[in-house]
């Protein structure tokens, strides 16, 4: 580790800080029907969008109504999307005259992309640029990368008003809050952020694919050279945490990634929206110290993270005896196995820290090719419900569930009625807060078990054995049920075991979750607010934020220790032994 990676990772960081509170102020008026700055442009498009699609922007749903809308709408969307891979053969933006998708030996993938995308996770098993033609690229992950993140945000904004509401049956309407967090929060700073990376040089056109002849003509006398509408996707995988990218090696490419401003721009925008949130999360409720002790969390958390990544990272290979880990001719390193020179170790390790933080996925370095411990982190920062900012919306209202855990464990200790700003944490309510942490576990325990122990189709695509192959297993489902969609990509996951499997766990992990969240949305909706008493746990001081970060490591651990003993920790011990795979 060096001062100059520190730095780095410092002034990352201290972007964020900064900009967490204008974006939390700007969502909070955006959601409240307040006005913006981009009010006069955007409000004639809203209301044309409710017009023609004969939505009353004025009528609010109760928890049910919004999840039936919610649902529907993903899995229309769902269709749609599978639909399109299906015909891309016959449909126009295709230049390269790819086939549709599932009509060769990608089994399962159409399935696999379309639950993928719809559900935020972007998790790709086959390589994007010779399977999508541009057509579905833009109308098909594009879109889907726009509106998954919206609907995150809109689940997101109807918790909080969950909890700020007073014996209220509503929390809001889905179809207003999707729409206003496309065009307010999403589209105008993808605008803006791929006129950035156009001129970065990200490229951004319809032209057919390049081809560059070779100077050695042994075995082929030219390539082709990938190109697209890559900026247009690339800023909105980041800012909607959706990760999916146009290349197959995602933002270790130049093209999606080609200087350290366009990598420094790709974090800030991984982050930026799911740390405003907990601004507006204060804002909204009225406690504004109790959005910053969230924050507060948060940022432990993530520190904690990308500490031990770098050192693991810096550290290097120990059974790599006589060669020189720790300084290069370009950059000081550690371990540089799978990772890109001109970013370096620092900028690896904290992108690596970032997106499994977010459920982003979008990666500028193989996790596959880290060390243990630092592949553990990823791995581990996916298994803690990605609450570390998370996801655009997951993050806040996924932290939300283990914050109701945390005051319910307050309440057990002083042997009295938990309280949340005001409202009583009853036993319906951690029941539901259960439900949604029990699921996530569950799907990936399943799934990797039944994947661990089946030669046929489960270890049969593992290109490691030993811990490295169950880490590249376990790995693949956390992922999954995640909705993170990064890999350890030594497994081969375009088979029918997997592009089946994997798809109903980003189902699962995303849909199932969010019914009991809504739940307790709701039911905080419905109650009054009692005022504070001595028995009262404040949620705004340093020793609530303790608690918080306790509740989710412990709730982490717990759960998926052992399956981590067996995996990158005990690779870990094998290394320092001798031994790898």
Known sequence: MTLNGWLQILLFFAIILLITKPMGIFMAHVFNREKTFLDPVLRPVERLIYRLTRVNEEREMRWTEYAV?????????????????????????????????????????????????TTNTNWQSYVPETTMSYLTQMAGLAYHNFVSAAVGISLALAFIRGIARKQSQTIGNFWVDMTRAVLWVLLPFCIVGALLLVADGVPQNLRPYDKAQLVDKTNTTEQLIAQGPIASQEIIKEWGTNGGGFFNVNSAHPFENPTPFTNL????AIFAVSAGLTYTLGRMTGSQKHGWAIFAAMAVLFFVGIFVSYWAEAKGNPLLAGVDQQTTALQSGGNMEGKEVRFGLANSALWATITTDASCGAVNGMHDSFTPLGGLIPLVNIMLGEVIFGGVGAGMYGILIFVILAVFIAGLMVGRTPEYLGKKIESYDVKMAMLYALIFPLVILTFAGISSVSPGFGTSQLNNG???GLSEILYAFTSGA??????????????????????????FGRFMMIIPMLAVAGNLASKNVVPPSLGTFPVTTPLFTTLLVSVVVIVGALTFFPALSLGPIVEHLLMNAGQTF
């Open 482 to 507: 995640g909705n993170n969609g990064s890999a350890f990509a030594g497994i081969s996951a375009n088979t029918l075991w997997y592009n089946t499997t994997l798809g109903i766990a980003m189902l």
């Open 69 to 117: 809308a919610m649902l529907l709408f993903s899995g229309i969307s769902m269709l749609v999307l599978y639909a399109l891979q299906r015909l891309q053969g016959v449909l126009p933006f295709n230049p390269q005259q790819l086939p549709g998708v599932d009509s060769s030996s990608y089994l399962g993938s159409s399935f696999n992309t379309a639950a993928s995308f």
């Open 466 to 468: 030993g811990p490295h």
């Open 265 to 268: 721009l790709e974090m800030l």
